[in-house]
Nanobody
Framework: VQLQASGGGLVEAGGSLRLSCEASGDTICISDMAWYRQAPGKERELVASITPGGRTYYAGAVKGRFTISRDNAKNTQYLRMNSLKPEDTAVYYC??????????????WGQGTLVTVSS
């Protein structure tokens, strides 16, 4: 499974962005999908995740501001980010858990897309 992330960019504090992540390949393998981020000098952290049925999880720092969604027919997940803060500046990575009943790998990562929030 290959993941292609897009939608990052430069935005002022308080602004919004929407990230997209399109999956290709053996998409039948895909289970949960998620967004992670890594800020300079920090470890990668989970931002939000979503199950195939639409159950979501959000990290405390983004709850109420970010919304994760997925379109299973398009094999695409999204991250809508509102009320962006400078501390949201990071490289955002999309991730997919893969079902080992159908795939030989247990997860796939996208290439990352940079989000920069100016103050």
């Amino acid at each position: 499974v290959q993941l292609q992330a897009s939608g990052g960019g430069l935005v002022e504090a308080g602004g919004s962005l929407r990230l997209s992540c399109e999956a290709s390949g053996d998409t039948i393998c895909i289970s949960d999908m998620a967004w992670y981020r890594q800020a300079p000098g920090k470890e990668r952290e989970l931002v939000a995740s979503i199950t195939p049925g639409g159950r979501t999880y959000y990290a405390g720092a983004v709850k109420g501001r970010f919304t994760i969604s997925r379109d299973n027919a398009k094999n695409t997940q999204y991250l809508r980010m509102n009320s962006l803060k400078p501390e949201d500046t990071a490289v955002y990575y999309c991730n997919a858990d893969l079902d080992l009943r159908y795939c030989t790998e247990d997860e796939s990562w996208g290439q990352g897309t940079l989000v920069t929030v100016s103050s």
